[in-house]
């Protein structure tokens, strides 16, 4: 298992024998001759369970980064409403209640665990080595745990399947387990796998299921499962919450370096965990995916250069990145901010540089400038004299002096960015042209996570083959922190080695709890929202949890958590319910004169011809609409298909049953 590129190619093996579909209810017999001796070896076990490593990039799981760019861990932010689409009527569905019942699918799928059990079930009778057996036990505790918590985090109670069940009997067609039972299963296997998981480097490589694995797999589970417990009014939160304290800091423990990058911009380790040639060796960094050219390619930088990227950050969720200070934007002491002049530099000026690998800072040139840059007097496009505010942040970036495809190696997020060579060069961000043309946006906030100068691509095909992580530290960091503050336990010192590991790479200010307070950020969500919806009710987030959710959020932004995190706090209307608004703009600016969009009335929540300044107006208000969040979508509906198979079935509340 030297490299998981490989396993995509094997991938098709495991839907073939184990029927990965919808149902598990229609499996073939499993005592063929092949299954009986499929696990005498580590080889022919090896063999059998490389297709699991498909579970880990499953498009079903909005943190599994898949071969589709912005179709891949970008839409679970968009579904929290972290993101927005440029596209005209590209709503959020959550927001206007457009989420359809389903009939199949939904991720309603047990053909993994299937697949899993047979293994299992051959181990038993395995005359491989004890040592072997455990570990592939372990492995296998690992991948079936891995997908049970994707299945109770979509629909709570789920059948707890843990045996190759007789498809001549009833067995397939039990009743849904109740939750507290699944997820102590999981638990329990997956504390199992950390304690018997073996070292088997040199058979399955260093990008394989070990021990920091299963406990990066632990450390997720339990974070979300406690705060989902505390914040929907289920029992045993701590339990798990302990748990996630203790396997967390071991990781931070495990892994004390961080990826500081190559390329040389402020935080470049954090943008380039997305954009590096290879993982490999890169410090912090637990599992990955590996791409390479000539074999698996994926689309996320092509899309993030063209004109299929169409996710945006909201001026809503701009605002929650600090300052280097290490203050919010919002804070009465904070001197360095200088963005109440709306001036779109002055926004981006002394922010958190997280921000910067995420959004694309402004800029303009002219192509076929003059005044061109130093480190190539042949360059296609010069400076904009017009204002030293127009290079301002092409001098923090690096400037891109060959506009090249590929460009030059080890070339990261340069500016200025183009549409893969110099004849496409965009001459200035934002580029507010709204849904026309390469690398536009209507709000200002053009994400570019994904990008990068050096990969080789073009309109046509997608080629790229950077890689991208499946697990890393900076995770476990932050689930320690969360943890750590929801059971009363996080002090400074908590802080210094969690949050301000992570801001002393990104060149931001420590975070200092006993500065915390109410006055923290006045705009902090004190629980009084006037956009709430649904029947759960509203709570204050403590000054402390919340600059600790923001860490969170930043530091993870674009990587798929958003989705799971609103609905494990139960503050999914806080963010989902927003209006969408982009940056201030003005008719009079010189420079961005393309927006289509119009300006937002903040009072009405509708587009308004009269003003000539203020908020870009991206999308309508779910509320002025009428809609908003519904509380049936903190869990999915069960496929109406699976209850008229399985008459011990019941759909989560909310949703339609088979006589409906």
Not at 266 to 290: C, D, F, H, K, Q
Request: with cysteine; net charge negative; aromatic share 12%.
């Amino acid at each position: 298992m030297k490299k998981i590129a490989k396993y995509t190619a094997i991938a098709a093996l495991a839907i073939g024998f184990a029927g990965c579909n919808d149902s598990f209810l229609d499996k073939a017999p499993t005592t063929t001759i092949s299954e009986v001796t499929a696990f005498e070896s580590y080889k022919s076990t090896q063999a059998y369970m490389w297709p699991c490593y498909a579970i880990l990039y499953n498009t079903t799981i909005a943190t599994s980064p898949n071969d589709h760019g912005y179709a891949s861990v970008y839409n679970g932010d968009r579904n929290a409403g972290y993101f927005s689409n440029r596209t005209p009527g590209g709503y959020n569905a959550y927001a206007f209640q457009t989420v359809a019942p389903s009939s199949s699918g939904n991720g309603w799928d047990f053909g993994w665990i299937y697949h899993i059990n047979i293994m299992l079930k051959g181990l038993e009778t395995s005359s491989m080595p004890t040592a072997e057996k455990e570990h592939w036990q372990a492995v296998g505790y690992f991948f079936h745990a891995f997908w049970y918590m994707e299945l109770i985090n979509r629909f709570g109670d789920v059948p707890w399947i843990d045996k190759v069940l007789d498809t001549d009997t009833d067995e397939p067609y039990g009743p849904r387990t109740p939750r507290d039972e699944v997820a102590n299963n999981i638990l329990t296997r997956l504390k199992w796998a950390e304690e018997h998981i073996g070292n088997f480097e040199e058979q399955d490589g260093r990008n394989a299921i070990n021990q920091a694995c299963v406990q990066m797999a632990l450390s997720r589970f339990t974070l979300r499962e406690g705060t989902w417990r505390k914040y929907h009014g289920l029992n045993d939160a701590d339990k798990y919450l302990t748990e996630c304290v203790r396997v967390s800091k071991e990781l931070i423990n495990k892994y004390p370096e961080l990826y500081t990058g190559t390329d040389g911009q402020p935080a470049a380790g954090y943008g380039e965990l997305w954009t590096s040639p290879s993982l490999a060796n890169v410090p912090g960094v637990i599992l990955y995916r590996e791409y390479k050219t000539d074999f698996l390619t994926s689309m996320f930088n092509f899309r993030e250069r063209n004109d299929q990227a169409v996710y945006q950050l909201s001026q809503d969720m701009a605002d929650m990145y600090l300052t280097k200070n290490g203050l919010p934007i919002t804070n009465a002491q904070n001197t360095q901010y200088k963005g109440a002049s709306k001036d779109i530099y002055d926004i981006f000026t002394d922010r958190d540089p997280r921000m910067y690998h995420t959004v694309t800072p402004p800029y303009s040139v002219i192509q076929g400038g003059t005044d061109k840059p130093a480190e190539n007097p042949n360059c296609s496009w010069g400076y904009d004299t017009r204002d030293p505010k127009y290079r301002k942040f092409i001098d923090i970036m690096g400037a891109d002096v060959t506009v090249a495809n590929p460009g030059k190696a080890g070339q990261m997020k340069r500016l200025p960015i183009s549409n893969w060579n110099a004849g496409n060069l965009i001459k200035k961000m934002p580029n507010l042209r709204g849904d026309n043309g390469p690398c536009s946006t209507a709000s200002g906030y053009y994400l570019w996570k994904n990008y990068n100068g050096w990969e080789l691509s073009n309109n046509n095909s997608a080629m790229c083959d950077s890689d991208k992580p499946i697990f890393k530290v900076e995770e476990a960091i932050l689930n320690y922190a969360e943890a750590a503050c929801e059971l009363g336990q996080f002090d400074q010192a908590a802080a210094d080695i969690s949050i301000n590991r992570l801001r002393k790479r990104a060149g931001v200010a420590d975070m200092e709890v006993a500065k915390i307070d109410a006055s923290f950020d006045p705009n902090r969500d004190k629980g009084n929202n006037p956009h709430w919806s649904g029947e759960m009710p509203d709570y204050e987030v403590e000054p402390l949890l919340w600059e600790i959710r923001r860490e969170r959020i930043v530091e993870l932004m674009g990587e798929g958590f958003g989705f799971y995190d609103v609905r494990r706090w139960a503050k999914a209307p806080y963010f989902i319910n927003r209006q969408e608004k982009g940056m201030w703009w003005s008719m009079d600016d010189p420079l961005y004169t393309a927006n289509t969009n119009g300006i937002l009335n903040t009072k009405t929540g509708l587009k308004d011809e009269t003003l000539r300044e203020g908020y870009i107006y991206v999308q309508p208000s779910p509320k002025v609409e009428g809609k908003g969040w519904i509380d049936k979508y903190y869990l999915y509906c069960v496929p109406t298909e699976q209850l008229l198979l399985n008459k011990n079935l019941t759909q989560n509340p909310g949703w339609p049953t088979v006589n409906e």
